[in-house]
């Protein structure tokens, strides 16, 4: 029966490629006719899974590279299908009639809310947990219930990396089941001292309930805490970036490795760090990983300048508040006058949900305090935006509403003024690129 789904499924990716769709069908197929053939497969030693609320795609793309870039052969959900049937999706794509994946090492994205189903037959042998954040709260509940999920899906023989600056990711090492690697970012000169947010996901001791205690933030619950009343405290991080050159976009590991990046936004930074932390794990030598990162474009904002104007675009995940507040930080920065772009197609490609709760875990805030110039609120639901600004304090003059990027592109590039940060989930980023964009890239 294995061989024969493989076979029929093949054929059918190989007529879906020929059209230009690359899709989860075959999985769907396959699981169908064998719902037991995700245990069916042979593996290869290496198997890395990634899971969590965000940064799964960025970190997955920049292991896989730099697994190709070390001389490995790589098997990767590539297009983010990161639910059962992506995942079978790639696995057919990978391996032989017989189901044996043809691959040195396998880098999967994993739906957190899945892992429970994949992670039993994939048996990955590390698995990144980036963060657990209050992300799709329509289908995710709340974020100890997406912990409990995850919590599900491991065992004692998974080695976990983990960003040690998170307080929520060091409950899954509590009863001390599993090998451990941290990464993690040092004081810096946006940390702060008292918190910035009133939403943070995490604020009390796991182990005796009292309210942590912090060093600093770098940001929401992430930076150096501790329990005042008992031994829980931030894990001593195995790779560390110790230093951030803002100006020249460079980061420096543990005082001697320095990284070219596109961007200095902290959810790029753990996204590099958790990939280079993972990449040591499994071997990659380190010279590759700093050769790959310096030369490859990895995933994050991007920067032009268009008639003498700085625009950046900020690639951020709808119904996930700590992807848009970090876009907010990065704003917060920068104190000359400013045009602020928000807008999506739609809330969510996968989910039938209009939700717009988290939009008030967001402190826009932040924004009022700046010289801004207009804010441009685009897209399905830019009313609903519009009103958050208005809550924000922001001059309901200064507020202005488009249906489309295409009718605003005229306004924000005649009628605006000082440099532009487009907030943007991800189906407005390449349209806005495209739409903006100026011939000298910085």
């Given at each position: 029966m294995k061989v024969i789904t493989i076979f029929l499924c093949k054929i059918i990716q190989f007529i879906l490629n020929k059209l230009g769709h690359g899709s989860s069908l075959p999985g769907e197929i396959a699981l169908k006719l064998n719902p037991k053939i995700l245990t069916q497969f042979q593996y290869p030693d290496k198997v890395i899974a990634v899971t969590g609320s965000s940064g799964k795609g960025s970190i997955t793309s920049s292991v896989a590279q730099f697994a190709r870039d070390s001389g490995m052969k790589v098997a990767h959900n590539v297009k983010g299908s990161n639910l059962t049937p992506g995942i079978v999706s790639m696995l057919l794509q990978n391996c032989t009639f017989k189901g044996k994946v043809k691959a040195d090492i396998i880098v999967a994205e994993v739906d957190e809310r899945y892992a429970k189903y994949i992670f039993p037959a994939l048996k990955p042998?590390?698995?990144?947990?980036?963060n657990i954040t209050r992300d799709q709260p329509p289908r995710q509940g709340?974020?100890?219930f997406v912990y409990k999920e995850i919590e599900k899906a491991l065992n004692p023989n998974i080695h976990l990396i983990l960003n040690a600056d998170d307080p929520m990711l060091q409950k899954f090492t509590l009863d001390n089941k599993y090998k451990v690697t941290y990464y993690s970012v040092q004081k810096n000169k946006f940390s702060y001292?008292?918190?910035k947010f009133q939403n943070l996901n995490f604020i009390y001791c796991p182990l005796c309930n009292t309210k942590l205690e912090y060093n600093y933030y770098n940001f929401e619950e992430i930076g150096d805490y501790y329990c005042p009343k008992c031994n829980f405290k931030k894990p001593i991080a195995e790779n560390i970036c110790t230093k951030i050159d803002y100006e020249n976009n460079v980061i420096t590991i543990n005082d001697d490795v320095q990284l070219k990046l596109d961007n200095t936004i902290l959810y790029n930074i753990y996204n590099v760090l958790a990939a280079?932390?993972?990449?040591l794990a499994i071997g990659i030598e380190k010279e590759i990983i700093i050769e790959s990162i310096n030369h490859w474009k990895l995933k994050g904002n991007e920067d032009y300048v268009i008639n003498g104007r700085k625009v950046?675009?900020?690639n951020n995940k709808n119904e996930n508040s700590s992807t848009f507040n970090q876009s907010i930080l990065f704003?917060?920065?920068e104190k000359s006058k400013k045009t602020i772009v928000i807008g999506w197609k739609e809330i969510s490609r996968r989910y039938n949900f209009n939700d717009l709760s988290w939009l008030y875990d967001i402190d826009f805030e932040i924004l009022a305090k700046h010289d801004i110039d207009?804010?441009?609120?685009?897209g399905l639901h830019k009313y609903d935006i519009a009103t958050r600004m208005k809550y924000a304090n922001i001059d309901k003059s200064k507020i202005v509403v488009y249906d489309s990027l295409e009718e605003a592109m005229p306004y924000i590039k005649n009628k605006t003024k000082?440099?532009?940060y487009a907030i943007l989930n991800f189906d407005y980023v390449l349209p806005f690129k495209n739409l903006i964009k100026g011939d000298d890239e910085i």
């Open positions: 042998s590390h698995v990144i947990i980036n709340h974020f100890d001292k008292n918190s280079y932390t993972i990449s950046t675009i900020l704003i917060d920065r207009k804010v441009v609120c685009v000082g440099n532009i």
